[in-house]
């Protein structure tokens, strides 16, 4: 099993979590899946069908593109409510359509997914700043969705 598949595995299961890109650290429950970006290399990362989309920058930002509206438009709790950290801007339940409510996945499972996206492609040198394609010094954001916004520092660390 990858690590970010056992992440949203525990979280599902009601694990809480924590991440920080800065300090490249996954911590589930009492365990860290990552520490300070080393890991089990016996261990893929991440599971994704669509691996060979992820060959280049342009393939991971548009997954993570599709990961942000997932987490964006999530159901929220109060679990999820009470985190401390949100790296990412996702919607109130007032925000959030009917239609989309119904196929809405729990706010704390879409989070464990994009964040953990969001590291392991860090840990693995996948995702990396480039100026010209992340069209800024600082941050980037996306143009299907100016709300997803990735600061140079998260991806660069300390």
């Keep these: 099993m990858s690590i970010q598949l056992e992440l949203i595995e525990r979280v599902s299961g009601g694990e809480h979590f924590h991440i920080d890109f800065e300090k490249r650290n996954m911590k589930v429950g009492r365990d860290y899946l990552i520490k300070d970006g080393k890991f089990d290399e016996s261990r893929k990362l991440l599971y994704c069908s669509d691996s060979h989309e992820l060959q280049n920058l342009y393939g991971v930002l ?43 996945e729990r706010r704390e ?34 143009k299907t969705d100016p709300d997803l916004v990735l600061l140079r520092s998260w991806v660069e660390g300390k």
């Design 109 to 142: 499972v879409s989070q464990a997914a994009l964040e953990g996206f969001v590291l392991c492609m860090i840990v693995s040198g996948q995702l990396v700043w480039d100026e010209k394609i992340m069209n800024g010094k600082w941050f980037y954001q996306s």
């Design 62 to 104: 548009r997954k993570l593109e599709q990961l942000y509206k997932r987490y964006k438009y999530s159901l929220p709790s109060e679990r999820s409510d009470n985190k401390r950290r949100h790296y990412f801007k996702a919607l109130p339940m007032e925000e959030i359509t009917d239609e989309q409510l119904i196929v809405a």
